[in-house]
């Protein structure tokens, strides 16, 4: 596996440089120093990695630190300045600027970078943007650690200038490439003509650090400042930049080394992903695009989009917009597309891509999820969609395909002609390779087999260890391998992998490090509730120290109807003595609950208003968890739902918090081969749908 090399990389970023419009050839600078009352403050020495450095440094009296210039004046006809401030990476917290603008009041500035500590130890420099100024007035800059746990906040450097900062990261931010067409540089021999004979994986792009273009936070990964996870896999990171990683707070890995992690929006991730996409015989990627996020055109950022957009050029690669509708409204969805898609070929310029998918002439849109029963559409609805993308007389004119469910034959007769409408159709984890080829081709439909390593979202839907719920193991690559096989076997002339970085939902085929974080042991319980039983994907989940809930007339969270509702309990028991125990669960009248020990069904009650009450027996060990899950269907009545046992020296009572581990699952393993064992199994599936490999011709024995 090879890494990217920083020159090429940054060297792409400064082509965009010319185009900012705030870059010039000399710059006006000043240093800064602190003052306190109209009197300079000199800097004081302390000892960072033996090494000794007069810094700045903020105490318990004295929380912000104002740096003023000490009468030197700089013009800025932007009306914008810069900002350089180096300080120590010690502790937690976040870099605070303030300074006064053009009318008076307290602003911070509109771009900036590396803003939040991580405890690292090193020196780090942010760069920052400072805008609406006072003309020909340097103003009071003032610098302060938020959210600081008490930490102190040590600056060695401030400098102000008139023209950006050459720092790579900073004049990304400035850029905002997506604003424009691309003008970058594009890879020869591209083709981006047809998906036949070409395997496609789906790019979710959406994982963020704090220390990222969009300043969100962790996102995706879960809470590092908690320790806790939200993705069965964890990343292989050795190929990327440091400067693209963020420290992960104090998350160790099993081996004991600081945890690290990447972010989708830095240009350097989505390069290195693109690469390995050239160097595994990957053609390019669906790009997923969730309605729910904040897209350019509603005037938000969009770094992961342009991101791809320039990494498919210069890798050689091809890509196109998957929307996926999920959490649309059916009255809304039409809409939300018809801007996006507007925006997307007037101001981003995707019919102008070199690399933009297109099929018989046509540009490639994936839309997925509008046939499936739990997002609620209309065929009215889904088909007014595919006639927009279709037939619109400015905006149409593209080759649709449609993600719909794998048991497709099933749908009602509606829908069966709604899916004609499409020009090519994924069935999603339908598996029936063969016959899907033959019913589509004589709907005149393109197919494109659905293929996954494996699957696992054990940490995202705290899952107890070792349950097998929702878990399709990979067993090394098998499960993968026989699926694209089974598929090429079947005539399939194209493929779809879904996904290439979904660490979430353990699907991703990119590098996973064998050196993950131990998952969490914490005491009581999590209850996930659905507003209706058949969304099970769209829980709401909580915490809480026992297995109980009351029942009135109000909804029990947030999205959660007061009535008619699923409560899904997960985790695991420590008994404090070996024997037998007598489980039991209280609810209130007519509700109905199943409940399972170690995936085992030992306790059933499915009939509303039963009078007797049932108990299983179950042995268990003094220590040993044991793994329980109850679904709990609450119908009316108002009552209490209790977990209850009787066993040795124990009356029968609730089972206390203290007898409750809530439910951490796991991190999925390279099971002893190499971190991109996957990616390589994938160059395989190109060769097996080419006709360069026989199916049966199978790396993993």
């Known amino acids: 596996m090879n890494s990217i090399k920083l020159g090429t990389i940054f060297a792409s970023l400064l082509i965009f440089l010319s185009t900012c419009g705030e870059m010039t050839a000399l710059a006006d600078s000043v240093d800064l120093s602190v003052f306190k009352n109209e009197t300079g403050v000199d800097p004081v020495p302390i000892q960072v990695n033996g090494q000794e450095t007069k810094v700045w440094e903020t105490s318990p009296e004295d929380q912000v630190l104002t740096f003023q210039s000490g009468g030197h004046a700089i013009a800025s006809s932007s009306g914008n300045l810069y900002l350089e401030v180096t300080y120590l990476d010690r502790g937690y917290g976040r870099l605070k600027v303030a300074y006064t603008g053009s009318d008076g009041n307290t602003k911070k500035p509109d771009k900036f970078t590396r803003v939040v500590l991580s405890d690292s130890g090193k020196w780090v420099t942010s760069y920052q943007r400072l805008s609406d100024l006072p003309d020909s007035v340097i103003p009071d800059i003032r610098i302060s650690l938020d959210r600081n746990q008490g930490n102190a ?10 023209a950006p900062f050459t720092d790579a990261h900073f004049q990304y931010i400035l850029q905002e490439a997506w604003k424009r067409p691309y003008d970058g540089p594009t890879a020869p021999g591209m083709d981006n003509k047809t998906l036949k004979g070409k395997v496609m994986v789906g790019y979710q792009g959406w994982f963020r650090t704090p220390n990222d273009p969009y300043d969100q936070g962790w996102v995706h990964w879960g809470d590092m400042n908690q320790g806790h996870f939200t993705t069965d896999m964890w990343p292989d990171v050795s190929a990327y930049p440091e400067e693209a990683l963020d420290k992960a707070g104090d998350v160790k890995t ?44 509603s005037g938000r950022p969009d770094w992961v989009l342009s991101n791809v957009r320039a990494a498919a050029n210069q890798e050689g690669r091809i890509w196109a917009v998957e929307y996926d509708v999920s959490g649309a409204k059916d009255e809304k969805v039409l809409e939300t597309l018809k801007k996006d898609w507007m925006w997307m070929v007037d101001d981003f310029g995707i019919k102008k891509d070199p690399s933009y998918a297109r099929e018989g002439g046509k540009p490639v849109v994936f839309i997925w999820g509008l046939p499936f029963s739990d997002r609620h559409f209309t065929p009215e609805t889904a088909n007014a969609v595919v006639d927009f993308f279709k037939n619109d007389p400015t905006y149409g004119g593209n080759y649709v395909i449609g993600g719909i469910p794998g048991n497709w034959r099933k749908s009602e007769p509606a829908w069966q002609e709604h899916f004609k409408k499409y020009d090519g159709v994924l069935a999603w984890m339908s598996k029936n390779y063969a016959q899907d080829i033959t019913d589509f081709k004589t709907m005149g439909l393109d197919y494109y087999p659905h293929v996954n390593p494996g699957f696992s979202w054990a940490n995202l839907k705290h899952l107890p260890t070792g349950a097998t719920e929702q878990f399709t193991p990979r067993d090394g690559g098998r499960y993968y391998e026989g699926l694209f096989s089974k598929a090429a076997q079947a005539g399939a002339d194209r493929l779809f992998v879904g996904m290439f970085d979904e660490y979430d939902e353990g699907t991703a085929i990119i590098p996973m490090s064998d050196d993950p974080p131990p998952t969490p042991k914490e005491p009581g319980t ?24 009351t029942f009135t007339d109000m909804p029990p969270i947030n999205k959660i109807p007061a009535e008619h509702y699923l409560m899904r309990w997960e985790g695991q028991i420590v008994p404090p003595a070996d024997g037998t125990y007598t489980l039991e669960i209280e609810g209130a009248p007519g509700d109905t609950w199943t409940l399972w020990i170690d995936d085992k069904q030992v306790l059933k009650s499915d009939q509303p208003g039963e009078a007797a009450v049932k108990t299983a027996s179950v042995a268990m060990t003094a220590g040993q968890m044991v793994i329980y899950r109850i679904d709990y269907l609450h119908g009316t009545e108002p009552g209490t739902m209790r977990f209850v046992w009787q066993g040795p020296s124990i009356d029968r009572q609730e089972i206390p918090a203290s007898a409750l581990v809530d439910a951490w699952g796991r991190f999925v393993t390279n099971e002893g081969n190499p971190s991109d064992w996957y990616l390589k199994l994938t160059s395989e599936a190109k060769d097996m749908i080419t006709g360069q490999r026989s199916p049966a011709d199978l790396s993993v024995k």
């Open 153 to 162: 906040l040590a600056v060695t450097k401030v400098t102000l200038q008139d």
């Open 526 to 549: 999590v209850v996930k509730f659905f507003a209706n039983p058949e969304q099970q994907e769209h829980a709401e989940i909580v915490h809480k120290p026992q297995v109980e809930q």
């Open 254 to 297: 099993l081996s004991g080394k600081p945890g690290y992690l990447f972010s989708s929006a830095w240009p350097e991730v989505v390069m290195t992903h693109f690469s390995w996409m050239r160097e595994n015989k990957i053609d390019g990627a669906f790009v997923q695009r969730f309605l729910g996020d904040m897209y350019s055109s």
